[in-house]
């Protein structure tokens, strides 16, 4: 029998070449997770039980996992929220009073946080009220972007109905002009296919966020398609309702 050693600096090598091969292009890649502590329309929501963790600990897994985030960080103002998110594997960051305000936005809350971290080339932002967004999703976004040659990738969804088949009311719900002459007439599914934000996953070239101030940068931007199920963005109680059905069953 033989015994195969391996030395340390071959091992080293090994590690190495296993993690270039994780990396697209050499590129590095920041997740940042904002979780306020204040919510209007769901108290809480952030770190409520969820399928049995917390609903932030389900973005906090889905960066963890990805094999192409180098780090993950949890931006907060609450300590509560910031423990919770250090139990599941994520680092943290405490945000500023001026940052967590209703009226703060997000891009002052991810700036806040490359300004205060090591050099990346893209970050991600994984909003905590998407938690049926997985590793694979992101994974997926990421290669996307690779192929596309992109400097943005922001992720959407089909709509569930078509705008077309919406409009304002008036004071006294008159619907006499609520629909073109046009669709009137029409199916649902002779009309164009349209698309919503979902709200779960945003990549950018950290130079061009910084410069342009957004996600939604002017060109070199494509949308990444994901399933509706996987869309769902949790932010009043029948959402989270229906999120916690579907990871339940």
């Given at each position: 029998k033989f015994i195969f050693q391996i030395s340390p600096q071959t091992k080293l090598l090994w590690v190495l070449l296993l993690w270039s091969a994780l990396m697209i292009d050499g590129k590095t890649f920041l997740a940042v997770i904002p979780a306020r502590g204040g919510s209007k329309r769901l108290p809480k929501k952030n770190i409520l039980d969820l399928a049995g963790k917390p609903m932030i600990a389900w973005s906090i897994d889905a960066g963890i996992k990805s094999k192409y985030i180098d780090t993950v960080i949890v931006s907060s103002d609450d300590t509560n929220i910031l423990k919770i998110a250090q139990k599941y594997g994520s680092?943290?960051?405490?945000?500023?009073?001026?940052?967590?305000?209703d009226t703060s936005t997000t891009f002052d809350t991810v700036k806040h946080v490359i300004?205060?971290?090591?050099?990346?080339?893209?970050?991600?932002?994984?909003?905590?009220?998407?938690?049926?967004?997985?590793?694979?999703?992101?994974?997926k976004a990421i290669e996307f972007l690779y192929q596309k040659k992109a400097d943005a990738v922001v992720s959407v969804c089909k709509m569930e109905h078509s705008p077309l088949w919406s409009n304002t009311l008036p004071d006294d719900k008159n619907m006499q002009n609520f629909l073109s002459k046009e669709l009137i007439n029409k199916r649902g599914q002779d009309l164009e296919t349209y698309y919503r934000l979902n709200g779960a996953i945003y990549i950018?070239?950290?130079?061009?966020?910084?410069?342009?101030?957004?996600?939604?940068?002017?060109?070199?931007?494509?949308?990444?398609e994901m399933s509706q199920k996987a869309s769902?963005?949790?932010?009043?109680?029948?959402?989270f309702e229906i999120a916690s059905s579907l990871l339940l069953h």
């Open positions: 680092d943290t960051m405490v945000r500023p009073r001026e940052l967590a305000g300004m205060n971290e090591q050099d990346y080339d893209y970050v991600i932002l994984l909003q905590p009220t998407s938690p049926l967004r997985t590793c694979n999703d992101i994974d950018c070239k950290i130079e061009e966020f910084l410069k342009q101030k957004s996600f939604f940068i002017k060109k070199d931007i494509f949308a990444y769902v963005d949790v932010d009043t109680q029948l959402d």
